[in-house]
């Protein structure tokens, strides 16, 4: 969510332009930064696949604009495949790098493995585009296989068979998730976002089969999070394709709904989550939810920060029920106090219990992904309700059936703790920069994010150039991250930065710039890019 002025007609082609070359200047020094830091091979295929990306990006923006693309794809924003191609690969050369020198071997090969699978999903994004377009783009085909080429070759020399093997099964799962959803979801996503959401869960889903089959040991935490975020997904391609042949909206297919989400859970996710956990899992999460005194006071914080927000919903609903306009709609100030809901909620977690704050927030996750399955099926009693009730908060990002923002924002805020929820070995300690990843959600979008909107809309006057977005907005966003990494020094005595504040300085105003200038879901975005730099 960023700060933007109500909806007007689409931007020229010129200032389209002009943004997309900057938001690419953007992710091309992110880029460099990282292959500067990392200097191997695999940074090198990095700068290959962000100069071939760079150009396939301007293919798909011109099937967008020209209607041409196979599916129906968000249109009030830009292709985005350059800054979505390039997260996977950057999370996994940093992974890897930061592994190596902790001495951790398994997980420096699972950074590469995770490297490799960005780049497969990227180039065949690239591929897609550049075999629907028309005429066939003869030098960015030629630039594209020329990069492909040598991100193979490494690729082919440095991963064992099991690993070439992994890579190509997310990618299998890729293909097929791409296929299902972007045809049952229109214009809930740009090219780019499918790249990085679809991704995201082609891995979850590749990773949770692996460990079932192996039965490896592990963290039951990290297993509840696999579980969930499988069982959700393969719940909403379930009921979607089950609703394409009965009416949603009656009383016997609410009944259904929600047997057949009881049959689902109990049937399906608890007995996949014992046989992983190899413990019984309802027994498992009370006992860690209340294991100590803090989680309970944790807890109960939330729950009332939890009827907070709901209280604000109600009340802005009251607000537009008695107001003479029926499109009334939330007003970014408003739409930004559960932005600070959501800071009051993670800063105590990461600061007195982060992995009661990984699995309350997992908890959350498929709370909301359920509540948006009973608004769009229009589930009986409260999916009516639900649809009158959030209507209020859209924006135009929210474009296809389906609400996602406010699981963009959920993910957002925890994505760094769900990708980082340990150090690599016990000696490896996050020290300097690497000190912050678990507040880069609550940086890049609770601070940064909501500072620029509120301030960039009432009181911006000077305009980046080709955006909406304004110079003072962007500025008192890094002012007012800053402040913030300050009170994180004062509150929270684990965080050392070990004098690394022009590092912390440069990616906070890399990412802010690249805030002003992106028109890809910023939520999900621009905290993966903090907490690239930040690793780094």
Not at 94 to 119: D, H, L, S
Not at 199 to 216: A, D, M, Y
Request: charged residues 10%; glycine residues 6%; neutral net charge.
């Amino acid at each position: 969510m960023t700060r933007q002025c109500p909806p007007q007609a689409p931007e020229s082609g010129a200032a389209l332009s002009g943004s997309v070359l900057a938001e690419a200047a953007v992710v091309f020094a992110v880029v460099l930064s990282i292959h500067a830091a990392v200097w191997d091979r695999y940074s090198w295929c990095a700068v290959a696949l962000a100069v071939q990306a760079f150009y396939v990006q301007y293919k798909w923006d011109r099937l967008l604009q020209q209607g041409n693309a196979v599916f129906q794809f968000r249109m009030s924003a830009n292709s985005g495949l350059l800054p979505a191609s390039m997260v996977m690969p950057l999370l996994g050369l940093v992974m890897k790098e930061r592994c190596q020198t902790a001495g951790n071997p398994y997980f420096e090969r699972f950074g590469i493995v995770v490297a490799a699978t960005g780049m497969a999903v990227a180039l065949f994004s690239s591929v897609l585009a550049l075999g629907i377009t028309r005429p066939v783009p003869t030098n960015t085909c030629a630039i594209s296989g020329l990069a492909g080429g040598v991100i193979i070759y490494i690729m082919r020399h440095s991963l064992s068979v099991g690993e070439v093997i992994e890579v190509l099964e997310v990618l299998l799962i890729f293909v097929y998730l791409n296929m299902i959803l972007l045809y049952l979801l229109p214009r809930c996503f740009t090219p780019g976002e499918a790249l990085l959401v679809l991704g995201g869960i082609s891995f979850v889903l590749n990773q949770l089969i692996k460990r079932s089959l192996t039965e490896s040991q592990g963290d039951p935490v990290d297993f509840f999070l696999l579980v969930v975020v499988v069982g959700m997904v393969l719940m909403g391609v379930f009921f979607s394709t089950l609703f394409v042949f009965m009416d949603s909206g009656t009383w016997a297919s609410s009944i259904f709904f929600h047997l057949m989400t009881c049959v689902l859970g109990l049937g399906v996710v608890l007995p996949w989550l014992h046989w992983l956990i190899r413990r019984n899992p309802l027994l498992w999460l009370l006992q860690f939810l209340f294991y100590t005194e803090t989680r309970i006071y944790l807890l109960a914080y939330w729950s009332l920060l939890a009827s907070v927000a709901c209280l604000v919903v109600l009340y802005q609903n009251a607000k537009r029920s008695s107001s003479e306009s029926k499109k009334h709609r939330a007003p970014t100030i408003t739409r930004k106090y559960f932005h600070f809901i959501v800071v009051a909620t993670y800063i105590p977690g990461i600061i007195f219990d982060r992995p009661l704050l990984y699995v309350a927030a997992t908890v959350c996750l498929a709370v909301f992904i359920f509540l948006e399955y009973v608004r769009y099926f229009r589930i009986k009693p409260l999916g009516h309700t639900l649809r009158s009730l959030l209507s209020l908060f859209l924006d135009e990002r929210d474009s296809g059936p389906l609400i996602l923002t406010h699981i963009y924002l959920l993910l957002g805020m925890s994505l760094p703790i769900w990708l980082i929820p340990r150090p690599c070995t016990q000696k490896d300690s996050l020290e300097g920069a690497r000190a912050l990843v678990p507040y880069a959600g609550v940086l890049a979008v609770g601070v940064g994010d909501t500072v620029a909107s509120i301030f960039g809309s009432t009181m911006g006057e000077i305009r980046w150039p080709g955006t909406k977005k304004t110079f003072e907005g962007t500025m008192t966003s890094i002012f007012a991250q800053i402040i913030s990494v300050a009170l994180i020094l004062i509150f929270d005595s684990g965080v050392d930065l070990n004098y690394s504040y022009a590092w912390i300085l440069g990616s906070i105003s890399t990412v802010s710039l690249l805030e002003a200038y992106t028109t890809q879901i910023d939520n999900l975005l621009l905290p993966l890019y903090l907490l690239i730099l930040l690793m780094a």
